[in-house]
């Protein structure tokens, strides 16, 4: 575990547009557009511009601007109701299923609006995948719940395929020597643990490009915490990782690109080492000195 | 008389509590009592009508059969030798004769000039027993009262004492249902015993011959009909089903519609109007089986076989040519009507008991929303769902008006749905909305036909709301 | 760069993929919500062809029509000393003829024919005149008397000249001397007031509701007297003093089963217990009072258990607190809170007792009970079972008057939900 606190230290070189009168480093002050790829972080995967979020009368995201680097975790981080979780609901437009819910703004994901017309929330969610704060496998077997996603979109074409697809999902969610035997029974029978990281499995069994965790480990124990996140470490190789964390720690450990959320509005974006040790607003130190949260 | 006596009996409690209370203050003598006063008072009014009231009830309860046995004793000869049915109308008659009333039937020779006669006997042995009664009750208040109020002291714990009454009362309350149960129970197997004493209950619950009414051979039990009710079982079982494939897909995909498609206002138009469904009385649902759905489906099956007659399939038209207004599809589909906000209430509940992030996880795999509901929503509110429809089937086979105003009365054994059948309920209100002898099999058939109802839908009723228990704590 | 170049390449074919299959996907979730969509449009079809069906055979029952004649009060035919004896039907009927010009036959038929025009209740309302007033015989008066049912059904468009006139009871001449009697205005339609003051008859000219009105009224007294306090007690108990043991759960599962028990059943317990053991007078309002009690006290009990349920315990915690006892608290903070939810649940249970009718029948509630009982130990009527009598009549004009005693039922059933509904809204609290 503490060898994952401080992470080695990775070499950006600012190799992009220099964005913003003040912004040569690689952080900068909300709103902004971060800097893009650098040795270790994917090209910008969604650059989300003035996004503002309602719920029914109530305004829960007042314009918020973030670049999310691809093969890269970004984590997003402030006090409770700051709207970070809003935020993350925005990226795979499930904020489509609350009644009374309306966005505005850009997201662009490979420089394609989603939240345009001709995108569809169906498709775009099988590109981006989320996993949620409680663990909430189907009430199925655990065979069944990884196959969920392929069978409905229709990605095996047979039976053998489908047991491929859910092998090497399982595979890569860390979890097929724990289930391997016993793939027919129920997954709401696994622990905690491993009942999330059977949900990230259904989740990367659609081979999606982004995944969105919303607290993933809010509800877990230190050693399956510990699991979920060195896993999450693996998957950032191929995919592009958001995590909403109350935890700075966390944050601290499995991410590269921090973005720390107030009130719905983002106060400051940068690499996560200089967040946590060199923030540059007030309200961000305040904030990982646990001042208030 | 009793209204003189209850007005007494409100004043002397008003009385008891200011004396009860006064008395309290009284007494102190500076000391702070225990209790309030007003809480004397009421222990007074406690003190004065508990025993007032218990020997009024009692009073209220034997009166009727101890008047019975003095009048039995002490009646002449040629009325003991009535048949008891006739015995009883007799009773019935000196009685009104007595309190200065007409008779109901006309007597003849020695029983009218008995009427009068029998009729002071009873006039006077029901005046007795009810001034008895009512001068037990005051005697027993007073004696209370005075008991009371010789207690009345400073330390004496009238609050408590006052409460544990009240405690007593809400208990005695809820035990009510209890006892409605087991009054349910022993009526029911009281003459269901007196049923299979004559009629075995292997005849009962597997004969295929249901005719109460009359004698089909000279040897037969109790030489009055036959009481084979599978045909009565069969019936039910025809109609419940017809009812169940109405109502189970039409209060499902009500369900489902209202709970994850429909938007706020339409739910707040269509709830109200399926709650207007289901506020409907049954036997406003009779009428309409009996006087719309009946004809109108006949006309249509008639109209169908007139088209039907000649062709190559001239037996089925001929058939259909024949079709009567009480066919089981009429009240089964009725039924189904009356049973669809039921059903879609309750599994409105029970989708809704479906914790949100089953539907979000699904959802966020790019799953659409009937995706969501057939694989997820459905399999996962399943038991639940399948209690519901369990708790649809035991109002099904319970329901009565429906099918006694539009099944019919001739118990065939038959799964045919455009045939007349009838059912357990119909036959409990023939049997005993008819000439009534109480001693004879056919009237007390409608209580072994009401046990078996009576067990039958407990079984569902109980395994039904265990299955919806068990499946709400999953998600609690 | 080839690396990167296939990924891309795989990427968009397999988005192709999942497009390709898009299609088939959203139109059987269109056909899954058309379902839905179906199912609610076939439920609300049933209710309005239920409620519309019973107001179009309904409403005629509200208007009748009545015959004004002028009548010789013929001394040769009235005897004064017994009026009700006289045959005054056959004796108008003959009046009308002769007025008519109409010759009657050997047989007197076109006397009868005209005789079965008019209500039996002519017979009642001329000796009553007579009997308040004797100096009327001798002379000529006008009486006005309702018209027989198979008249009443004629003017009303229920016999029509399309049937066949051997299947009919109204024949052609009949039909003919009802049209000029209507054309001269001695026929005059009006409001039938007679079916909200009159109990019930045999001649559905004469039958009315009020009696079954009353019958039901003094039953609701009895179950809501019995079974309002009686539930709202038991509630309190389980809810705030219950210990929580083994006898505490049979209750509750108790109360419950007893719920969902048919309602035929708590008929044969009435019949078992209250009538053939306590024997209590049958198809007394008592009886039924005391049934419809039994049945209603489960719903009362859950419905008021919620409401207690829903009072914050920081409300009994603050009262307790202060020094107040376990029964003061709930009787002066606990139970004043909930009382609009009681009072709610207890009127929608009322009003569903209002149409309960299967257990009515088999305490007896099934047999004729004319004329008007207002006492609750004596055989009545009730709204539901007298439904279910009318229905079962033979007579024509009986089945518009069930429909127009289920629009009365109804009504009650409205105003009675209307008012749970007013009280909720009025007093619904949210903590």
């Known amino acids: 575990m503490n060898t994952k606190l401080i992470r080695t230290p990775i070499a950006y070189g600012p190799e992009g547009q220099p964005t913003g009168a003040g912004a040569e480093h690689s952080r900068s002050v909300a709103p902004t557009v971060g800097d893009s790829a650098r040795a270790g972080l994917g090209p910008i995967k969604i650059s989300a511009k003035n996004i503002k979020v309602f719920y029914g009368e109530k305004q829960a995201l007042h314009g918020v601007s973030l670049d999310i680097p691809d093969k890269a975790v970004t984590a997003l981080i402030g006090p409770s109701g700051c709207g970070k979780s809003t935020f993350l609901r925005t990226l795979n437009r499930m904020n489509d299923t609350v009644p009374g819910a309306r966005v505005e703004g850009r997201i662009e994901m490979d420089g394609e609006d989603i939240n345009d017309k001709k995108v569809d929330p169906v498709l775009l969610r099988a590109q981006v995948g989320m996993v949620f704060q409680k663990p909430n496998p189907f009430p199925k077997s655990i065979f069944e719940n990884v196959a969920y996603g392929p069978k409905i979109h229709g990605l095996a074409s047979s039976k053998s395929e489908l047991e491929d697809i859910v092998q090497s999902a399982l595979k890569r969610a860390g979890l097929w020597d724990e289930v391997a035997d016993r793939l027919h029974a129920p997954g709401t029978g696994l622990s905690g643990g491993q009942q999330q990281r059977l949900v990230i499995a259904r989740a990367i069994a659609v081979e999606p490009e982004v995944i969105l965790m919303d607290e993933p480990c809010s509800a877990l124990d230190p050693i399956a915490t510990a699991k979920i996140e060195e896993l999450i470490d693996e998957l950032r190789e191929r995919y592009c990782i958001v995590i909403v964390t109350h935890s700075m720690a966390q944050a601290a450990r499995v991410s590269q690109r921090t973005a720390f959320f107030h009130m ?14 060199n923030p540059r607003e007030r309200r961000t130190l305040d904030y990982i000195t646990g001042r208030f949260g | 008389m009793t209204w003189i006596f209850l007005i007494f009996m409100a004043v002397f409690a008003v009385l008891s509590y200011l004396g009860g209370r006064r008395l309290a203050v009284r007494r102190s003598h500076g000391v702070k009592p225990h209790s309030r006063p007003g809480q004397h008072g009421l222990y007074a009014v406690i003190g004065v009508l508990a025993p007032a009231m218990a020997i009024l009830i009692l009073a209220s309860v034997f009166s009727a059969p101890i008047e019975r046995h003095l009048m039995a004793a002490g009646s002449p000869e040629v009325v003991e030798q009535l048949e008891p049915f006739r015995r009883q109308a007799f009773m019935a008659d000196a009685r009104r004769v007595g309190d200065g009333g007409q008779a109901l039937q006309i007597w003849a020779a020695p029983y009218a000039e008995l009427l009068p006669t029998e009729g002071r006997r009873a006039h006077n042995i029901h005046a007795l027993l009810q001034w008895g009664g009512l001068t037990a009750s005051v005697i027993a208040a007073i004696l209370g009262g005075l008991f009371v109020f010789l207690r009345i002291r400073p330390d004496l714990r009238a609050r408590n004492a006052v409460e544990a009454w009240v405690v007593g009362i809400l208990f005695a309350c809820a035990t009510v249902a209890v006892l409605t149960t087991v009054g349910i129970i022993f009526s029911l197997v009281y003459d269901s015993l007196r049923f299979f004493g004559m009629v075995s209950p292997l005849e009962f619950l597997f004969g295929t011959q249901w005719s109460p009414q009359i004698a089909i051979r000279a040897d037969q039990v109790g030489s009055s009909g036959a009481f084979g009710a599978v045909p009565l079982f069969a019936g039910t079982f025809l109609i419940m089903l017809i009812a169940m494939a109405v109502a189970a897909p039409v ?121 969501t509901v057939k694989k997820v929503l459905l399999p996962a509110a399943l038991p639940g769902i399948a209690g519901a429809l369990l708790l649809a089937v035991s109002r099904a086979i319970g329901e009565t008006m429906i099918v006694t105003m539009a099944a019919g009365l001739a118990a065939k054994l038959t799964l045919n749905p455009l045939e007349t059948v009838t059912t357990v309920t119909v036959q409990i209100v023939t049997l005993l909305t008819g000439d009534q002898e109480f001693n004879s099999p056919k009237t007390l058939a409608a209580f072994g036909l009401g046990l078996t109802l009576f067990v039958v839908t407990l079984i569902l009723n109980i395994v039904a709301m265990r299955i919806v228990a068990t499946y709400r704590e999953q998600y609690d | 760069m080839t690396d990167a170049a296939s990924k891309t390449g795989a990427v968009s074919a397999r988005a192709e993929k999942l497009k390709a299959r898009l299609k088939g996907r959203y139109a059987r979730e269109a056909r899954f919500k058309w379902f839905g969509r179906g199912a609610i449009a076939i439920a609300l079809a049933f209710l309005a062809i239920l409620l519309t069906s019973i107001v179009l055979q309904g409403y005629t029952a509200f208007y009748t029509h009545s015959l004004t004649l002028p009548v010789y009060m013929d001394p040769a035919r009235i005897d004064q000393a017994y009026p009700q004896g006289t045959n005054f039907e056959q004796m108008v009927a003959e009046q009308q003829l002769v007025r008519m010009g109409v010759a009657d036959d050997e047989n007197g038929s076109k006397a009868t024919a005209m005789r079965n025009l008019l209500s039996s209740e002519l017979k009642f309302i001329a000796a009553d005149r007579i009997r308040a007033q004797p100096a009327l015989i001798g002379q000529t008066i006008p009486l006005t008397t309702p018209l027989s049912d198979d008249a009443e059904m004629y003017l ?206 088999l305490i007896g509630m099934i047999s004729f009970v004319p004329g008007i009982s207002a006492a609750i130990d004596a055989p009545g009527g009730a709204l539901p079972s007298l439904i279910y009598i009318w229905e079962n009549a033979s007579e024509r004009a009986f089945h518009e008057r069930t429909a127009a005693a289920i629009l009365v039922l109804l009504a009650f059933m409205i105003v009675m939900n209307a008012a749970a509904i007013l009280l909720r809204r009025r007093f619904e609290r949210r903590w």
């Open chain 3, 156 to 361: 009303k468009g229920k016999i029509t000249r399309e049937t066949p006139e051997n299947l009919r009871r109204v024949s052609d001449q009949q039909m003919q001397w009802l049209d000029s009697l209507k054309s001269q205005g001695v026929i005059r339609a009006h409001f039938n007031s007679a079916l909200f003051t009159k109990g019930d008859s045999t001649q559905p000219e004469l039958a009315g509701l009020l009696g079954a009105v009353i019958g039901s009224a003094l039953m609701l007294t009895v179950t809501a007297l019995i079974a309002i306090p009686v539930g709202v007690f038991a509630a309190v108990w389980l809810e705030e003093y219950a210990p929580r043991n083994r006898l505490t759960a049979i209750i509750e599962v108790n109360i419950n089963n007893l719920a969902a028990v048919p309602s035929i059943v708590y008929g044969l317990l009435g019949v078992a217990l209250f009538i053939n053991f306590l024997h209590l007078p049958r198809a007394s309002p008592l009886v039924g009072g005391l049934v419809l009690a039994l049945m209603a006290l489960p719903t009362i009990i859950i419905a008021t258990r919620s409401s207690l349920k829903a009072v914050p315990p920081s409300i009994r915690d603050a009262a307790l607190a202060m020094g107040a006892s376990r029964t003061q608290t709930v009787f002066g903070h606990v139970l004043p809170l909930a009382m609009p939810g009681v009072m709610t649940g207890s009127i929608i249970s009322m009003a569903h007792a209002l149409g309960e009718t299967a257990p009515l029948l």
């Open chain 2, 251 to 371: 209060g499902l995909f009500s369900a489902i519609y209202l709970s994850e498609y429909a938007s706020k206002t339409t739910r707040a138009v269509v709830k109200p109007l399926l709650e207007v469904l289901a506020g409907v009385p049954t036997v406003v649902y009779g009428f309409f089986a009996a006087l719309t759905v009946g004809p109108a489906l006949r006309v249509f099956f008639n109209t169908i076989g007139s088209w039907l007659v000649g062709g190559p399939l001239d037996g089925l038209g001929q058939y259909l040519m024949l079709v009567q207004n009480q066919m089981a599809l009429v009240a089964g589909c009725v039924m189904g009507i009356m049973l669809i906000p039921f059903v879609s209430s309750l599994s409105d509940d029970i989708m809704n008991a479906v914790p949100q992030s089953l539907r979000d996880g699904s959802y966020a795999m790019g799953a659409t929303k009937s995706e």
């Open chain 1, 264 to 277: 719905g509005n983002i106060v400051e974006t940068g690499d996560t080492e200089d967040i946590f040790t």
